[in-house]
């Protein structure tokens, strides 16, 4: 059974710029919610979607945003991109699968995105 | 706001030897779920052990299990026999059982676990 992907790997961006980085869970689970992890600040939530509507989002700046498809594949995008936006971005998901619980919440590999 | 503490930035281990890794938590809710993960050199974040607070019955898988202490908010992640393959960055997390807007994870800030030969 295919874990979560996450798309791209690595990334460089300029400053100034916007990237896309996109999500597929686990085949069946329909929440699916993104972190930022830096050195400084450790992981941080971003925000949670669940069929296509966003639940839960955390105290980023309007830069970030996302979006979920009806296959529950999810997009988080980051306008205007600054020095800082430099971290992994992790994508998780979860939802009632045939072998594990609603409740836990299973990571991807997730995405490097550097800004210089 | 809940919040995750721990107290724990670095910590080493000799093959086989028992380590124990400490998390506080605050909470004024009663009902939630604390989770350990694992995060390699990989970085990838994977699940080690989870525990239902309602749950008085320490949670263990395999070589790990946990101290749950709810009236002194403490989970700590004992690892017995520790394997060099163990040596990751472990964090700490609670998530509220509320769901709906409430469905995300708050992690501590990591423990550093070395596994020496």
């Known amino acids: 059974k295919a874990g979560v992907t996450q798309t791209p790997r690595y990334l460089i961006k300029t400053r100034g710029q916007q990237v896309t980085l996109s999500c597929s869970p686990i085949?069946?689970?329909?929440?699916v919610s993104w972190y930022q992890q830096t050195p400084g600040q450790g992981l941080q939530f971003l925000f949670e979607y669940f069929s296509e509507t966003r639940r839960n989002k955390g105290n980023f700046p309007g830069r970030f945003s996302g979006r979920q498809f009806s296959n529950s594949r999810s997009e988080m995008n980051v306008s205007t991109l600054e020095l800082g936006d430099s971290a992994l971005y992790l994508c998780?998901?979860?939802?009632?699968?045939?072998?594990?619980?609603?409740?836990?919440?299973?990571f991807g590999e997730g995405s490097w995105l550097t800004v210089v | 706001a809940q919040t995750v503490t721990q107290s724990q930035p670095e910590m080493s281990v000799q093959e086989a030897e028992t380590v124990t890794l400490s998390c506080t938590y605050d909470?004024?809710?009663?009902?939630?779920?604390l989770f350990w993960y694992k995060q390699p050199p990989s970085r990838q974040m994977i699940l080690v052990i989870r525990q239902e607070a309602y749950k008085q019955q320490n949670a263990t898988e395999n070589r790990f299990s946990v101290n749950f202490q709810k009236a002194a908010k403490s989970f700590s992640l004992k690892i017995s026999d520790s394997q060099l393959g163990d040596a990751a960055m472990y964090f700490c997390?609670?998530?509220?059982?509320?769901?709906?807007?409430?469905?995300?994870?708050?992690f501590g800030k990591g423990t550093l676990l070395t596994v020496n030969p």
């Open positions: 909470t004024s809710e009663s009902d939630y779920y």
């Open positions: 997390a609670y998530r509220s059982a509320l769901g709906g807007s409430n469905y995300k994870l708050t």
């Open positions: 085949s069946g689970h329909r929440s």
């Open positions: 998780a998901s979860s939802g009632k699968d045939g072998a594990g619980s609603g409740n836990t919440i299973y």
